[in-house]
């Protein structure tokens, strides 16, 4: 623990120098996570484009007829990578294409929660060396929130034990953390000292009444804050006194730091569309919030088609697009496009095989990330060479076995965030030795500059 603190406290001394000498958002950097929560059947959001191997994909997913889950190859949007090989994305992300052709999107094939490599001979044993609770929502939702494939006792996520290291001791109770979460609780940002401040896609909310001039409610405001200024010597009503202030001043501060922003960029008016202005919205005012580091977390559901997959699927990867696209536009607006990256999580992805009109639980499945720091314009990872039934990572009913890690994942986004490549990444990802060495040159991915 000692060695720990120490390299989180250079960590935060180095932070400080770098923005005394920068710029305005030199220095800053904040992480967002798009969680799809339900399972996105992501081998219909990223599929091969190559004939033989669409093929494979095709008669996996049942071919384009009555009952069938293969996109139409004449619909997909065409994109190409390094490896020279021909992949097509979902005809909804037209957008995004257009981001993935200038190089400020990418993707990251065949990502799942693993406890060490793995192949069928393992998983037919079915040990503790597979993920605890394996094709269940919550086992895999869980674990990739907190790495930690093995347990469903940990309460804190692998972005909240980043936020406990980069949070100067002095500000770890401080009521507007650099996590904020948009109008849920989750485990990603669930920290021992930094929890994350949650806020509505409009704002936060503020005590009804509580500042208006009106005789009634200076009256009961007078009352309320002699309340609060008691000194209380029950622990339980003293504490309820001082987060209750502590509330009212935050939302206060939260707001005013916000409501003067203004973008240009024109968001969706659909509800992920209103999250994702949020968002930048709060980006805009880190200044004023006190913040050079700030992780970001929405859970956009509905993932989990069973019995309708097509249509809805198109609707969802739609709004995804739209909104990702405003996002990314608003941070050129704001000049910050290289201090934000966006990716993409969700509990797994989906079987190949249908079961007549939809898909089922699976295991390893595709990732967006996005950013003006990102080497996008191609895919990390190993995409499948095929998704043909009874392929070498093909577990039954076209459950591939992942080839990335969620710690390979999660460590390549950490050390982008300023994490070292030293004990404070075992810290935040306990697994990762399993998948990279710590200490090496090189980050797990190689997705950043």
């Known amino acids: 623990m000692a060695g720990a603190s120490a390299s989180s406290a250079w960590l935060q001394l180095e932070m400080a120098e770098s923005l005394v000498a920068a710029g305005p958002g030199e220095g800053y950097r904040a992480l967002v996570c798009l969680f799809l929560g339900g399972g996105n059947d992501s081998f219909n ?28 190859q004449s619909n997909l949007l065409p994109i190409g990578d390094v490896t020279g090989r021909s992949f097509g994305l979902h005809p909804s992300m037209t957008q995004l294409r257009t981001l993935y052709n200038a190089g ?7 990502v799942g929660s693993l406890v060490e490599p793995v192949d069928k001979a393992i998983f037919e044993a079915y040990d503790n ?30 972005g909240g034990r980043m936020a406990d290291i980069l949070t100067d001791p002095s500000r770890r109770f401080d009521p507007i953390a650099l996590s904020i979460a948009i109008d849920s609780t989750n485990l990603f940002q669930a920290a021992t000292y930094a929890n994350p401040y949650i806020v509505g896609a409009g704002g936060t909310e503020e005590r009804d009444g509580y500042f208006s001039e009106w005789s009634r409610d200076r009256i009961f405001r007078a009352a309320h804050e002699k309340m609060l200024a008691r000194n209380e010597q029950n622990l339980v009503k003293r504490t309820h006194s001082l987060m209750t202030k502590q509330a009212i001043e935050a939302a206060l501060t939260y707001n005013a ?17 209103q999250q994702m202005e949020r968002i930048a919205r709060t980006i805009a005012a880190h200044e004023s919030l006190d913040h050079n580091r700030q992780t970001f977390f929405v859970n956009y559901g509905n993932w989990d088609l ?101 710690d390979q994942y999660a460590a390549e986004l950490s050390m982008w965030f300023g994490i070292g490549n030293n004990a404070d990444l075992e810290t935040i990802l306990p697994n990762i030795r399993k998948f990279y060495s710590t200490g090496a040159s090189g980050t797990p991915l190689g997705m950043f500059s």
């Open 104 to 110: 400020e999107v990418a993707f990251v094939a065949n």
């Open 45 to 72: 959001m990223l599929m091969p484009n190559e004939t033989s191997e669409y093929t494979d994909y095709s008669t996996a997913r049942g071919g384009t007829g009555a009952g069938g889950l293969a996109i139409p």
């Open 257 to 273: 730091a916000t409501a003067n922003v203004t973008l240009a960029t024109v968001f969706p008016e659909t509800y992920l569309g």
């Open 306 to 406: 069973h019995g309708d997959l097509l249509g809805p699927h198109a609707a969802n990867l739609a709004e995804v697009d739209a909104a990702l696209a405003a996002f990314y536009a608003s941070m050129v607006e704001l000049g910050l496009a290289d201090c934000v990256t966006t990716f993409t999580a969700s509990d797994f992805g989906r079987t190949l095989a249908g079961n007549g009109q939809g898909s089922d639980h699976g295991w390893g499945g595709n990732q967006i990330v996005m950013g003006g720091g990102v080497n996008g314009g191609r895919i990390y990872g190993d995409y499948p060479l095929s998704l043909a039934p009874g392929s070498p990572l093909d577990v039954g009913r076209g459950r591939l076995i992942p080839t990335v890690s969620v």
């Open 129 to 158: 060396r597979l993920p605890l609770g394996l094709f269940s929502h919550a086992d895999l939702a869980r674990q990739w929130q907190t790495a930690m494939p093995r347990s469903r006792d940990d309460i804190t996520g692998w």
